[in-house]
């Protein structure tokens, strides 16, 4: 079992930067992949951006060249680092891990992002 704890969600106007954090406990050392993925009311949850163990990333279009995605292996945290934050990128974010076949998430952190 795998236990993922987002935090660093907020209110933030238009052009600025927020930083998500995501701590995993449990069974750690059998996650491969971990990411982040964004639901806004009413519709999909949508990938943002995964790395892998070895570090390697992934990111959806919509945020290339504003939002990074680091992984710290020795405290089991991922960050996505946001910045040029735009109203459309209000959503629930959700952490989320790879371990044995079995997908992991956590309760989601809110980020709200003001015109």
């Known amino acids: 079992q795998v236990q993922l704890v987002e935090s660093g969600g907020g209110l933030v106007q238009a052009g600025g930067s927020l930083r998500l954090s995501c701590a995993a406990s449990g069974s750690i050392f059998s996650i491969s992949v971990m990411g982040w993925y964004r639901q806004a009311p009413g519709k999909q949850r949508d990938l943002v951006a995964v790395?892998?163990?070895?570090?390697?990333?992934n990111y959806a279009d919509f945020v290339k060249g504003r939002f990074t995605i680091s992984r710290d292996n020795a405290k089991n945290t991922v960050y996505l680092q946001m910045n040029s934050l735009k109203p459309e990128d209000t959503a629930v974010y959700y952490c989320?891990?790879?371990?044995?076949?079995?997908?992991?998430w956590g309760q989601g952190t809110q980020v709200t992002v003001s015109a």
């Open positions: 790395i892998s163990s070895g570090g390697g990333t």
């Open positions: 989320n891990a790879l371990s044995v076949g079995k997908y992991y």
